[in-house]
């Protein structure tokens, strides 16, 4: 299974934008990136997925690299309900099954 | 639409005991997924299923867990013979089938479990 690489923690200001990084330099082509978040006492919960092309949601936005060896999930205005673990997860097209890293903690500043 | 349910949502019992966590997926989502999450790190896959078909089971589930989807609908865990590094959250996750690939999992609560 291929591996991501996430910083252990970041911290924001709330109403900021925040950019969260993963490298991924092992992934293949037909494998897919997908980013769920951990609130306190929750299971994950889906923020975005993508291929290829930057993608963007209600959510949040995904910019992934050209080689896409990297990609960064990018949320628009931190809030304080964006507190949360966030994992970047790299899914094969032949798979259903999500393979978590240990994610990046981000903090919100009132 | 009332989301995954996980039952119960602790569970406290004593080495070499059996226990059985039950889940139920979001209607008419055919694909039903465990995981396990220890404190501090991310959910660890343990098996899935696509109706009442086990299509893929993790090597670190040993033969003490056992796991079900009978009728397609809820699914049951179950775990023999408990042991201290059995300590952990279960979680419970579900996805519908259609057009396109499953990119979206939704997950339950999750069952704690201690092992004393």
């Known amino acids: 299974d291929a591996k991501t690489t996430q910083p252990n923690s970041m911290e924001s200001n709330e109403e900021e934008p925040v950019h969260l990084p993963c490298n991924h330099s092992t992934i293949s082509g037909t494998d897919y990136i997908h980013w769920y978040r951990q609130l306190p006492s929750q299971g994950p919960e889906y923020v975005i997925h993508g291929l290829t092309s930057n993608v963007n949601n209600r959510m949040a936005s995904l910019a992934i690299a050209e080689d896409r060896k990297s990609s960064t999930l990018i949320l628009h205005r931190a809030t304080l309900r964006d507190a949360a673990v966030y994992y970047c997860i790299l899914r094969m097209d032949s798979s259903y099954k999500l393979i978590f890293g240990s994610g990046t903690r981000l903090l919100v500043r009132p | 639409d009332t989301g995954v349910s996980q039952n119960p949502r602790h569970k406290i019992t004593k080495r070499g005991q059996n226990v059985t966590f039950r889940c139920d997926p979001i209607?008419?989502?055919?694909?039903l997924y465990w995981y396990r999450q220890t404190l501090g790190q991310g959910p660890e896959f343990l098996t899935y299923?696509?109706?009442?078909?086990?299509?893929?089971k993790s090597r670190l589930l040993s033969d003490r867990f056992s796991a079900e989807r009978p009728k397609g609908s809820f699914s049951t865990l179950e775990i023999q013979r408990t042991e201290q590094g059995d300590s952990a959250m279960y979680l419970c996750?579900?996805?519908?089938?259609?057009?396109?690939?499953?990119?979206?999992?939704?997950f339950g609560p999750g069952t704690r479990l201690t092992v004393t």
């Open positions: 209607s008419e989502h055919n694909r």
């Open positions: 299923f696509q109706n009442e078909a086990q299509l893929e």
């Open positions: 996750a579900s996805s519908p089938t259609g057009a396109g690939e499953p990119y979206e999992q939704y």
